[in-house]
């Protein structure tokens, strides 16, 4: 089994940062890529941003204000948050792709709140 476990999130005002981390234990094996989801109240979960290697894909909503980073030796991923708005508000969620079998399996965290208030 996979673990994922997310932290870092919380309450800030607008144009603050916060950092959240999403640390994989168990029987991990390949991570092929990891990322971050965002779900707000009544709205279907969007991607905030994903990383594959070396490659980043940012969400425009976001891009120019958040970065995705991983440790691969921690098995961590990574998204700094930054000018932070009100509309950030929203449940984020931390997701991995493993290969096993040369098949993709994808892991979700539990989620992480992150409010951003006026």
């Known amino acids: 089994q996979v673990q994922l476990e997310e932290s870092g999130g919380g309450l800030v005002q607008a144009g603050g940062s916060l950092r959240l981390s999403c640390a994989a234990s168990?029987?991990?094996?390949?991570?092929?890529?990891m990322g971050w989801y965002r779900q707000a109240p009544g709205k279907q979960r969007d991607l905030v941003a994903t990383i594959t290697g070396l490659s980043t894909n940012v969400a425009d909503s976001v891009k120019g204000r958040f970065a995705i980073s991983r440790d691969n030796a921690k098995n961590t991923v990574y998204l700094q948050m930054g000018s932070l708005k009100p509309e950030d508000t929203a449940v984020y969620y931390c997701?991995?792709?493993?290969?096993?079998?040369?098949?993709?399996?994808?892991?979700w965290g539990q989620g992480t709140q992150v409010t951003v208030s006026s």
């Open positions: 168990g029987s991990i094996g390949s991570i092929s890529a």
């Open positions: 997701n991995i792709v493993v290969l096993r079998g040369g098949l993709p399996r994808v892991y």
